[in-house]
């Protein structure tokens, strides 16, 4: 199912509609990728996510940090953002394989760019339509899809 989104309002509550699902979740660690052009809204969609989590402060962009955490209440979030990584000593950098006493959230932005593939348990990939923006969903985290799509359906 693809997801039509009519406007950057609408890419927020789909951020806030994940978190509440991700909540509700069993899984202890999460890993959530972002594919779309520059501009297509993956950094909306992240940052209203963590602020759905519970993040009271700002959610800045990683795209020259290229690393961002936020520790909320019950999840560590890890947002990264690897438009400019192109070697795999780099992306060992960032600790992915952190354990954490509490749920863990990595959300990549251009996970196209890693060097070596990782699992994911939920791909995000945004396409441009005219001014609205085109999701479709995909990945092994079947309840959370449905739960996001049966909102749209």
Known sequence: ???LLEDESA???LGRLLSDALRSAD???FEIH???NLGAGKTTIA???INGLGWQGK???PTYTIYEEYQVKDFLCKHIDLYRIDNQEDVDMLDLET???????ILIEWPENLPNKRKFDLKISIVHKNESRLVK??????KIIKTVESKYA
């Open 137 to 142: 969903l995909s990945g092994t985290a079947s």
């Open 59 to 61: 959610v800045k962009s």
């Open 47 to 49: 940052r209203s996510l």
């Open 1 to 3: 199912m693809n997801i």
């Open 34 to 36: 972002l594919e779309g």
């Open 99 to 105: 354990v954490s006493e509490k749920k863990l959230l």
């Open 27 to 29: 899984e202890e660690k």
């Open 11 to 13: 890419s927020i509550e």
